[in-house]
């Protein structure tokens, strides 16, 4: 006597090779290899309906909790994003996922993803299911044995001491002059350039405190230069912002990341260099220069606010390459 459940696979089976075997006797023969195979199993059907996730909950305690160990906003806008997407997407409780079922919806979402993208994903789960294992949410990490994928690496040309230079003539205002000089001479990213204020500087010992990921502060130093571009800079001022960089015309409101972004990428095509040149690809060039000067990893990962010292590696695997490219190139 087959159950119920065994019965209604038997015939969505049956119907969905119907379209190849069309034959009703073919049908029967067919019908009857799967009744015999089946025969030995208890089948039972999902009930989907009666399932209640509570991932959302999770994910709304999680990202309350990260924000409290002091993620970025940005950061968290990411996470939420990304977990958000899995919650829709995941109907069960999250003690009942299995590294199978992150697999499956792994393998549906990220079919048409960059591999960094890719990378994202699985870094997001991994940290989320990471953390409610450790709050003894689950029992165990389905997401411990996901690998993220390999990833190309690219291979960012630094400015050339030339290029710089050329970048720096083509400067026509004195701000265009002060934001280059200080992007160059800092190795600031963008958005801590945006928001330091002139009150941060430190003008005697040419230094300043800023603001960087995981509002984690840290010192940073600027040249004769900068500080000379600065002060012209600041002489031309007629507002009273707090910010150190603003728009030059109406109210004078902070500059913002694309007004900067925008600004760079014309002094770059009035200086007519034909690669894409943009902040962090100044930030880039400083800390290839750095290296090249003889500066130690730890100091580097220091002044660059990078917490792992993993990411400040890569400068120095970047630079190998760039090495390792020129050689070949003249060969």
């Given at each position: 006597m087959y159950s119920n459940c065994i019965e209604e696979v038997v015939i969505k089976l049956v119907g969905k090779l119907s379209l190849e075997f069309k034959e009703y006797k073919e049908q029967l023969k067919i019908r009857g290899i799967i009744e015999k195979v089946l025969y030995e199993y208890d089948i039972t059907p999902k009930e989907k309906a009666l399932v209640v996730s509570d991932i959302e909950e999770k994910i709304a305690i999680y990202i309350a909790s990260k924000k409290l160990d002091g993620l970025s906003y940005k950061t968290l806008k990411g996470y939420k994003y990304n977990l958000s997407i899995f919650a829709s997407y995941m109907h069960k409780t999250v003690a009942t996922i299995s590294t199978i079922d992150l697999r499956m919806y792994l393998a549906q979402r990220c079919k048409d993803m960059k591999p960094s993208s890719v990378n994202t994903t699985i870094s997001h789960l991994k940290s989320f299911f990471g953390w409610l294992n450790d709050e003894e949410y689950i029992p165990k990490n389905p997401a411990k044995k996901l690998k993220q994928?390999?990833?190309?690496?690219?291979?960012?040309?630094?400015?050339?001491?030339?290029?710089?230079?050329?970048?720096?003539?083509?400067?026509?205002?004195e701000r265009e002059k002060a934001l280059i000089e200080f992007f160059s001479s800092t190795g600031c990213r963008l958005s801590e350039v945006v928001n330091i204020n002139i009150?941060?500087?430190?003008?005697?010992?040419k230094s300043l405190k800023v603001i960087g990921k995981g509002d984690k502060q840290r010192i940073v130093y600027f040249d004769v230069k900068t500080k000379i571009a600065l002060e012209k800079y600041l002489e031309t001022r007629t507002d009273n912002n707090e910010a150190l960089f603003v728009v030059g015309k109406g109210n004078h409101k902070r500059l913002g990341q694309r007004s900067i972004q925008r600004e760079i990428k014309n002094i770059a095509q009035r200086a007519g260099i034909e690669k894409s040149i943009y902040p962090h690809l100044l930030r880039h060039t400083f800390a290839t220069k750095k290296l090249n000067n003889?500066?130690?990893l730890p100091t580097l990962q220091h002044i660059m606010g990078h917490e792992s010292p993993a990411t400040t590696q890569i400068y120095a695997e970047l630079m190998e390459e760039n090495i390792k490219y020129e050689y070949r190139r003249v060969s």
């Open positions: 994928t390999k990833q190309p690496k690219r291979l960012r040309n630094a400015l050339s001491e030339e290029e710089l230079i050329i970048l720096k003539a083509a400067c026509k205002s009150a941060d500087i430190n003008w005697s010992e003889g500066m130690a």
